[in-house]
């Protein structure tokens, strides 16, 4: 699949970059850390998620790595295709392009247009020209990397990791929203008072005046979601710098509601949370809430691409990981010292107590239902762009050159295929915890540790073994050492095999 050309002039800012940085890194994932924080105590949470934050941010370097490298490669590979063609053609040479065939070649179509050199014909060092032939100006995903440095089998595998992690999100999010609006909707409250301090189980009624259960009031909004945001996935989406403002202002006012209703619980001295230090028997569950919230790797191309000061992405990604690192502990901390005992999504905290008004940490009934309802704004926004992200993932793990799709498989079936199994898992479950655990822990890990580690290796291998041992990447990782990527690797190892033994011990 062709990469997107960026023009600079075309892009925006690093500021921009970090805006949707943070609202692809700072989702619904964040919603479900505080009562991993809670389970596995608040020193044990607070090291484990310092740990995987750097962890993470590893792996980002990796990334901005391999998007030099990638497009090192593909210039390589546009200019040899157009020398094959002119050779084909018996064309002649001018002098000036056998000079060109010396520097970083051009990218684009065919035309006379666009037949021109990239960047500016120089006669710097040969460490000048290959520099310059890294720099970040086309759009090339993660499985197009693949491609260009893995084998076939390892291509096959980074699809298989990807589509698993994409189906995982999209069935957290068929789960999260119907969950969401069932818990905003069922107005029934047991009569007696000691009913009040048990949970509502899903057989219970959802209404009164109806035999409608909870469980089946939860599958009837899972319908109503698939109907209404479903077929988004038929059609092309793209996020624009509006729509990325306007769901970014609608997470940090809730996210600071928030905060600022805590803190001020917690200021009267009204706190009736009281965590453990450490508690070992959640920490896997803390591995998957962590991983899944610090997670972007899979959508960096198409942040860094269009940033024009590509020279400062390190630093505006460190100040991204540490904002957030911050802003999750602030989140986290708050909660689990305010509250006695804490629900799966954190915004089911705050809503409506009609059991015991003087329980609800607010009153005011905009702030909580603004906050319930919260999970629906933004998973209704992400939910059509991750499936079509998940439909082109298809189309490119089953695709042939020589055999196109049918109109009916590519317009039809791929979109169905894409977005019936979650909401066949959402009617299945409604755990969102757990599927955060299980998608985190497992392809979530390829996708952040894995793959990204396999990547940097195998494009400076093949980097050094095409352009010579002279070649300088801009941007080249501060973990440049292969120690680094091997740490990364077995850090990834690591993680898998002791939440698989959790599950094993658990049965979950």
């Known amino acids: 699949m062709a990469g997107e050309i960026i023009d600079d002039r075309a892009g925006f800012s690093s500021w921009i970059g970090l805006v949707y940085a943070f609202n692809l890194i700072v989702g619904t994932g964040a919603l479900t850390m505080p009562k ?174 109806t035999s409608v259960s909870r469980i089946n009031a939860y599958r009837l909004f899972v319908a109503v979601f698939a109907v209404g945001i479903g077929p988004f996935t038929f059609f092309n989406l793209k996020k624009t710098l509006v729509l990325q403002i306007a769901t970014g202002l609608l997470r ?102 009609d059991c015991n008004k003087q329980m609800e940490i607010t009153s005011v009934p905009f702030i909580q239902y603004f906050l319930a309802l919260f999970p629906v704004f933004v998973l209704s926004t992400n939910f059509p762009i991750i499936s079509i992200t998940l439909r082109e993932n298809l189309k490119t793990l089953f695709h042939q050159k020589s055999k196109p799709f049918h109109w009916f498989i590519d317009r039809i079936v791929f979109p169905l295929l894409t977005i019936v199994p979650p909401f066949i898992v959402a009617f299945v479950t409604s755990d969102v915890e757990f599927l955060v655990g299980i998608t985190g822990s497992y392809a979530g890990s390829g996708i952040q540790y894995i793959f990204p580690a396999l990547l940097v290796y195998c494009s400076r291998k093949k980097l050094r073994n095409i352009f010579g041992s002279h070649v300088t990447n801009k941007h080249v990782s501060p973990f440049r050492h292969t120690a680094w990527a091997i740490a990364v690797l077995c850090w990834a190892i690591a993680c898998v095999g002791f939440v698989t033994v959790n599950h094993i011990i658990t049965r979950k």
């Not at 094959?84 to 060109?100: A, D, F, G, L």
């Not at 310059?132 to 893995?150: N, P, Q, R, V, Y």
């Not at 942040?303 to 986290?332: D, H, M, Q, W």
Request: contains cysteine; negative net charge; proline residues 6%.
């Open 252 to 353: 940090w006012t809730a996210f600071g509601m928030m905060i600022i209703l805590t803190i001020i619980r917690l200021a009267k001295g009204q706190g009736e949370g009281h965590p453990k230090v450490a508690d070992f028997s959640g920490i896997p569950n803390l591995f998957g809430v962590c991983i899944y919230s610090f997670m972007c790797h899979h959508s960096l191309p198409s942040i860094i691409t269009p940033i024009r000061e590509k020279s400062k992405l390190l630093p505006l990604f460190a100040s991204n990981y540490v904002l957030i690192l911050g802003f999750y502990c602030l989140l986290s901390f708050t909660g689990i010292f305010s509250f006695a005992s804490l629900r799966d999504l954190y915004t089911l905290n705050f809503e409506p107590n």
């Open 36 to 209: 991993a924080f809670e389970q596995a105590g608040w020193l044990m949470s607070l090291v484990v998620v310092i740990v995987l934050a750097f962890m993470s941010f590893v792996p980002v370097t990796f990334m901005i790595e391999v998007m030099g490298s990638a497009n090192a490669m593909v210039r390589r590979n546009k200019k040899k295709h157009e020398e094959y063609v002119q050779e084909e053609q018996h064309m002649t040479y001018p002098t000036v392009q056998k000079e060109m065939s010396q520097e970083c070649p051009y990218h684009g179509d065919h035309s006379a247009e666009e037949r021109k050199p990239l960047l500016p014909v120089s006669n710097g060092s040969p460490e000048q020209t290959e520099s310059d032939c890294t720099e970040i100006t086309e759009k090339i995903e993660m499985g197009k990397m693949a491609s260009l440095f893995f084998p076939p089998v390892g291509v096959t595998l980074f699809y298989i990791c990807i589509i698993v992690y994409l189906y995982g999100d999209l069935a957290i999010y068929a789960a999260a929203v119907p969950k969401s609006l069932r818990d905003v909707a069922c107005t029934y409250k047991p009569t007696n008072s000691s009913a009040c301090n048990v949970t509502l189980e899903d057989d219970m009624l959802c209404w009164s005046s």
